[in-house]
């Protein structure tokens, strides 16, 4: 392999993928090297294990995809950072029958205080029956999302890193470091902000680089829960990059600016901790016994594109963002359930011609949102007037539901809605979980088929019924007569009429089977 190849020019953006040719992609072999080509050993390979990965896999075997993971690190994370599941993500946990498992393993918290820390609560009657945030270890909700890709199946090598690929008309050959090559249809880059997929691939990732670092870890501290609430309490006015948040047991969750503090390339130490801790707020609280310390900017940034040819982009290695808001793993796992059954419905063969475009159609649009309120929230962290000003009024008009429920639906991705063309709001929107006679609605999602859901008991899938579901149920909690979901719970078509039906199932799931 050259590695020039991986450094050239990215196609236009105006082309679609679908028409590549072998001089438009980036390592892209000519015919003439057919020859030399290994036999396909795999429908996709993954780079990275973590959540966007994990949940990729799984998704993918649901429908009975081939799957290899490549992990370059030979042992899972052993720091305990918590992270924070948001409705839409609790959502989809519900859809594949995870959520018992995981919420066994977290902390359910309130659902309000999400848009740049103000403190407003959640409105009352959020349309979701998973209003809450659960707080969970991020090791511990990897390790449950990959034993869930293994338990359907996928492979999992760890130890493993890409050090390079090529693609052609019939798959992508992928190098590892130590000169293993693999082949696959496709090659799925989860491998995170410094993503070797994406550099390779010499897809262009503009954005703002960081300005403000900050440093974040999880430790005991030495005073008593009273005393810490009062002095953050004192000195969080203005507002400032700065909180300690308990999590139980004594450990707390530490944020404290990194101004002057350390160098950017080396991790922060439990002395840097105490030194900023004693700057701002006097004391350092006799912290001690960190269980994991980190750094972090607010550097932004969204690839170009999320395909080129075979290869494809998710999670961190599509998008960065400070994390405040929690947003991060959320984005990525709802990439992975984006993409995985169109994915899959390329590979089986029976996905409409355009359907996985639709991929970067739907998800880059949301990413840039997220960057967007991201850098909103960051902004308004800062002590300067002129952005305190903003978060004093923007506190104000919190106070409105519809302010504060625009904000809420924002950050926990139930108000998003893709753009499936003309009809009723709810069109290209989630369900949620409604009840209906066999119990409730995600309940039968679990196999990741679509659905179609029929209170006339009149419609049919018909011809495409090996890959749809059909539940008539005149009881159904809906407002309308029938809806069509695809896999990830979004409404593809609303109506009662067949003929409708049909040209829609066509749309989303390719032609009829026979």
Known sequence: MHSQQFTAEPPSNDRAERDLTAGDVPGLWS??????????????????????????????RLHDVRVLVLEKETEPASFVRIVGLHIRSLELMAMRGLLDRIVQQGRRRPAGAYFAAIPKPAPKGLDSAYAYLLGIPQPVIVRLLEEHANELGAQVRRGCAVAGFEQ??????????????????YLVG????????????????????????????????????????????????????????????????????????????????????????????????????????????????????YRVGRVLLAGDAAHIHPPIGGQGLNLGVQDAFNLGWKLAAQIRGWAPETLLDTYQAERHPVAEDVLDNTRAQMELTSAEPGPQAVRRLLTELMDFDEV?????????????????????????????DIDVKQGHLYGLLHRGRGLLLDRTERLTVGAWSDRVDHLADPTAELDVPCVLLRPDGHVAWIGDDQQDLDDHLSRWFGKPAG
């Open 168 to 185: 052609d008309d019939e798959g992508v050959t992928v190098e590892l470091a130590d000169g293993e090559q693999l082949r696959s249809r």
């Open 404 to 432: 504060n429920r625009h904000l809420i639906e924002k950050i926990t991705a139930i108000g998003i809605r893709y753009d499936f063309g003309e009809g009723p709001d709810l069109l290209g929107r989630r369900l949620c």
């Open 31 to 60: 015919p003439a090297s057919g020859a030399d080509r290994a036999p396909l050993m795999f429908d996709v390979i993954i780079a990275g294990c973590g959540p966007t990965g994990a949940m990729l896999a799984a998704e993918l």
């Open 190 to 305: 989860c491998d995170g902000a410094r993503s070797t997929v994406r550099k390779l691939l010499g897809v262009g990732f503009p954005g703002e680089p960081s300005r403000t670092d900050t440093l974040m870890g999880e430790m005991k501290v030495g005073v008593p829960q009273e005393e810490i609430a009062a002095k953050v309490t004192e000195i969080s006015e203005p507002p400032q990059r700065f909180w300690l948040r308990p999590f139980g047991e004594g450990v707390y969750s530490v944020v404290v600016p990194a101004a002057g503090v350390g160098d950017r390339a080396e991790p922060p130490t439990l002395e840097d901790f105490k030194q900023q801790l004693r700057t701002i707020a006097g004391t350092d609280f006799g912290v001690h016994s960190p269980r994991w310390l980190s750094r972090f900017g607010d550097a932004t940034r969204l690839a170009d594109r």
